[in-house]
């Protein structure tokens, strides 16, 4: 550890609570205009050293904005600006030939600053004794292997915005941002009205469906790769012909919808600068090398009936609903959520098949079915007051805390990241316009996923085993679903939907990979679940994986399984975008490689002993506070300490973080196994965290919040 940077730099305010703000213009080092198109802009810097400790001071950051003035995304209809945020850190080692992988949350709506803040970024914010908040560098930072690029998007969407608008946040009703500034309404706290700076609030002015993101996105690829062309994996010197760039994607929840559409379109828009349908000019090819699920919600067909067979049986013997609430809730599924996502997607398959969201007879079609499928899978379950992220606890669950909340919105923090709003964690507004015209249900990701393994890109399923609303079954499934239509796509030369009713075009692909022409829908069943050996005493989970097709199940983790479980979950990682078996690490030929063990995955869960008591965050009051704590706060009782709100002074406390202010271990390399643990040794978790809802809003359309 004598490589670990030891020192915590404290940004924040002192004991009193310090209101939101308006934001000031920040400075940026360098602003340059995109060599694609002079009309898009990049300005960025690096932040203050001690904004974000990683585990060696050389590492490289940056952050900032690419600009896309309207209509960049022509022929969508995009007459507003798309002001996306970024976070780039380097790689702890040899940055310059290091992966890149980029991070996205989901939401639809929710900024991928949690996952850099919460899971997988280089640094963490800690409470110090003294009262203040201060970061240290993460040990499991998945920059421990790759250089890591995490994006805010669409616009309005965490630090990006369409158009700057100062305004007043209402912490009572959902952190609802009301334009223009005013005063809080008599008798509410000060404390619970704020004013900021944000986006409009308008939204038609952000994408609403996933096909529009990943547009914007690739839009925005090609702006930051050419400002940074020594992190574009495609370049490994500077003389040599630039070559299409390989990264990695993972994505998040809702992810599960945003990974394959956007790899597959990064991919469709390489092929046709190949084929001369776009103009190069110094367009940058852009290939996803993999592609990483963790927790997704990828296809409702399957998923939706695995909500209602975990609620009642799962491995934590915890029955969320009663066994008439399964009998019904599966009958409904049968009866009306199959049957109105189909129709929905045949409409936007004849009525708009590019799910340009423009067609207000699709979007309602769509709108309407996700609504009844939500009431047949999920409507029992939230009924339960079980967390929809963590079937162990209860509402509210203290984890994941907001305590990074509190550090993003300060505005020391903001200036030295370059930040030009006051930071969201989800936007509703955002959330609705994808809720408007039925994203969540109108696409069929199977389908790009489909494509893609047959390019040869490895596709990695992770997910952690305590989480209900995308539960580590259906996410089996939907492995298994994979297969068998990836076996049927080699025999038919066509790419199938998950619902068989819409017929999708075989597009160019590149050599398939030798071994496994045909073989999927078999060998992946037939493989069998390994260890994941996560080091010398522990295994985190299990492994089925076949050629580039994986589907791992995280021992005790939730919804947010790199929070829950880091080392286990930057293992996984580690190995995916290495190309080794996820098992042990080890290399192997990944045409015809297969793990070998039980069929399935049956290791059973200890529950917890008791309910952990939650934290009452004032910017997450309808998360992380009780109904009477939500019901004083309003009534003007109690205090409010760093963010922390009090019943009483007395109850006051300095509120030392979970994680701890100091680092053990090699803050370098990837554990590769040689043997594996005994059970005694495999028992209980490592490096346990627990998860907790970010949003109830979320759980009401069945969809994961980040």
């Not at 309404?185 to 900021?196: D, I, K, M, R, V």
């Not at 047959?454 to 596709?459: C, T």
């Not at 934290?615 to 300490?641: K, M, N």
Request: with cysteine; charged share 15%.
């Amino acid at each position: 550890m004598s490589n670990m940077r030891g020192s915590l730099t404290v940004w924040l305010w002192l004991t009193s609570y310090t209101a939101a703000q308006f934001v000031r213009e920040p400075q940026y080092s360098s602003t340059l205009s995109s060599p694609i198109n002079p009309n898009i802009t990049i300005s960025y810097k690096s932040p203050d050293p001690g904004t974000c400790n990683t585990v060696f001071p050389t590492q490289r950051q940056y952050t900032g904005y690419v600009t896309l003035p309207p209509f960049s995304l022509a022929p969508i209809q995009q007459n507003y600006s798309i002001n996306t945020f970024f976070w780039f850190v380097e790689a702890r080692e040899q940055s310059d030939s290091a992966p890149l992988t980029i991070w996205l949350n989901g939401g639809p709506g929710s900024s991928s600053m949690f996952g850099f803040w919460e899971e997988v970024g280089p640094c963490e914010v800690v409470s110090l004794p003294d009262g203040t908040y201060g970061t240290q560098a993460r040990n499991w930072g998945w920059d421990r292997s790759s250089n890591m690029l995490f994006i805010d998007q669409p616009a309005q969407v965490g630090f990006s915005y369409d158009s700057l608008r100062n305004g007043s946040k209402d912490l009572l009703n959902g952190g609802q941002v009301i334009y223009p500034p005013t005063s809080a309404p008599p008798g509410q706290p000060a404390y619970t009205f704020l004013n900021g700076t944000f986006g409009s609030g308008d939204p038609d002015a952000t994408a609403n469906t996933t096909e529009i993101a990943a547009s914007a996105t690739w839009h925005f690829l090609q702006a930051w790769l050419s400002s940074f062309p020594q992190y574009n994996p495609g370049r490994s010197s500077a003389t040599e012909a630039q070559k299409a760039a390989g990264v990695h994607l993972f994505a998040e929840s809702y992810g599960g919808k945003y990974g394959p559409t956007f790899a597959n379109y990064f991919d469709e828009q390489t092929d046709r600068i190949q084929r001369g349908d776009v103009t190069a000019n110094n367009t940058i090819e852009i290939r996803v090398e993999t592609l990483g699920i963790v927790n997704g919600i990828i296809e409702d067909l399957i998923q939706n009936y695995y909500s209602i067979q975990f609620a009642y049986n799962n491995s934590y013997g915890l029955q969320a609903i009663s066994q008439l609430e399964q009998i019904n809730g599966l009958r409904a599924y049968q009866d009306t959520c199959v049957p109105v996502i189909n129709r929905c997607r045949q409409a936007a398959s004849s009525q708009d098949p590019d799910n340009e969201g423009d067609e207000n007879t699709v979007n309602q079609e769509c709108n309407q079915a996700q609504f009844a499928c939500y009431n047949a899978s999920s409507a029992a379950f939230l009924q339960s007051g079980i967390n929809v992220y963590d079937i162990r606890v209860r509402d509210p669950s203290p984890e994941p805390d907001a305590v990074y909340q509190e550090y993003l919105n300060n505005a020391t923090v903001q200036q030295s990241i370059g930040a030009r709003i006051n930071y969201t964690e989800s936007n509703v507004r955002v959330q609705s316009a994808f809720l408007a015209t039925g994203d969540t249900i109108r696409i069929d990701p199977l389908a790009d996923l489909v494509i893609l393994l047959r390019k040869g890109v490895r596709v990695a399923l992770m997910y952690g085993d305590a989480d209900w609303i995308c539960n580590w079954l259906g996410g089996e499934a939907i492995s298994l679903a994979l297969a068998s239509l990836i076996g049927e796509a080699f025999n038919s030369g066509t790419n199938p939907t998950a619902s068989s009713a819409i017929s999708v075009p075989t597009p160019p692909v590149r050599p398939e990979p030798s071994g496994q022409a045909g073989s999927y829908a078999s060998a992946f069943a037939a493989s069998g679940y390994a260890d994941i050996v996560v080091n010398s005493t522990y295994i985190g989970g299990a492994v089925r994986q076949f050629g580039n097709l994986s589907f791992s199940r995280i021992y005790d983790a939730a919804h947010f399984a790199p929070y829950s479980q880091p080392d286990t979950a930057f293992t996984i990682f580690s190995r995916i975008i290495a190309g080794t078996d996820i098992s042990t690490g080890n290399l192997v030929n990944l045409s015809n490689y297969s793990t070998q063990g039980p069929a399935i995955a049956n290791k059973t869960n200890n529950q917890f002993a008791a309910q952990p008591s939650p934290t009452c965050w004032i910017r997450s009051i309808d998360s992380t506070c009780t109904t009477d704590d939500a019901a004083a706060i309003e009534a003007g009782r109690g205090v409010v300490r760093q963010g922390v709100w009090y019943a009483r002074e007395e109850d006051v406390q300095t509120q030392v973080s979970a994680r701890s202010t100091t680092t053990s271990g090699t803050p370098t390399g990837v554990f590769t196994a040689t043997s594996t643990p005994s059970p005694s040794g495999a028992a209980g978790g490592h490096g346990d965290k627990l998860p907790g809802i970010l949003a109830a809003a979320v759980a009401v359309v069945h969809i994961a919040l980040t």
